[in-house]
């Protein structure tokens, strides 16, 4: 059973340094898939998760080390009494993890990101049986839609239609899971916690691949990973504290903007255009939703007015 999410988790709600934070991490992620997008394929996914996670730890030490000043102790930085969520939720990433960099090395930046955004779709199926929640014709149908767009954006049947894109929707599912577990962990524990556990299972699953898809990166290569770790870590790290200050409703629409910066590094660096195909399925994923959180938030509203008005 999963830790209830409590109230005090967005007792002191900071929206601007929450964008702010959110908006960075996307433009860090935007610059490490640049990256590893423009690695040699002789690469294997596994070594560059070994690798991007490895030195991820540098960032993730160092902002733990600034984090430890809200806690008593340091010890307490790294206790969890749900230590069986902390290793689903990782071993979860890891796997979202895998088929995004999977995704990542064939796909436009544009159909990538527009494709990873069916996680809140998948959120919200999920959130039946995970959290025992109930799904209106609303929600039914805007998910019904979302899936239409990446229906649209796939091509099923088509000669445009790759099989890699899959990938990414792959990728969505197991971020929507992992998701559902972190929201209601991060009310207990830290990010540093957090961001480490899903780092050192990503090293450790990736390391037991290594023997296998092995190949000595050069000089230069080295350096590339070395800075996609510096740059994940710490987007993690501010991704998981931005939704930590300020309510998943309201950095929903920063969130989306990533596809702004997938878009422009698509064009500056592969000159690469979305073709209409992802701009209507783009379209349909994200304006879904986006309502699928609004209408969540109206009914969280609603829920609190008969409270508001006991207590007057």
Not at 59 to 68: C, K, N, Y
Request: hydrophobic letters at 55%; glycine letters at 6%.
């Amino acid at each position: 059973m999963l830790p209830a999410i409590q109230s005090h988790s967005f007792k002191n709600t900071h929206l601007p340094q929450a964008a702010f934070l959110l908006l960075g991490s996307l433009l860090l992620y935007t610059i490490q898939d640049v990256i590893i997008k423009s690695l040699p394929p002789k690469y294997s996914v596994f070594e560059i998760i070994f690798f991007r996670c490895l030195f991820s730890l540098l960032p993730i030490v160092f902002l733990g080390f600034l984090e430890q000043g809200h806690f008593k102790s340091p010890l307490l930085l790294l206790k969890t009494q749900h230590l069986k969520g902390q290793i689903i939720r990782a071993m979860l990433m890891f796997c979202a993890l895998i088929f995004y960099f999977m995704a990542c090395r064939s796909l436009p930046l544009a159909s990538l990101y527009t494709l990873s955004y069916t996680s809140p779709l998948f959120m919200t199926i999920l959130a039946i049986p995970f959290l025992g929640e109930k799904v209106g014709i609303y929600r039914s149908l805007a998910v019904i839609i979302g899936f239409v767009g990446v229906f649209i954006i796939l091509q099923p049947g088509n000669e445009t239609f790759q099989l890699n894109a899959l990938y990414a929707v792959a990728s969505g599912l197991f971020t929507g899971i992992s998701v559902i577990i972190g929201k209601r962990l991060c009310a207990y524990d830290s990010n540093t916690l957090l961001v480490l556990m899903y780092t050192l299972a990503c090293i450790i699953g990736s390391a037991l691949m290594l023997p296998f898809v092995w190949i000595m990166p050069s000089f230069l290569d080295l350096f590339y990973l070395f800075v996609t770790g510096i740059l994940g870590g710490t987007a993690q790290f501010g991704f998981i504290h931005a939704f930590r200050i300020a309510p998943i409703s309201s950095l929903a629409p920063f969130d989306y903007c990533g596809l702004v910066w997938a878009v422009l590094a698509g064009f500056l660096v592969w000159n690469d255009i979305p073709d209409s195909a992802t701009v209507i399925g783009a379209f349909l994923i994200i304006s879904m939703g986006l309502l699928t959180l609004y209408r969540d938030k109206k009914k969280a509203l609603k829920k609190q007015e008969p409270f508001k008005k006991v207590t007057a």
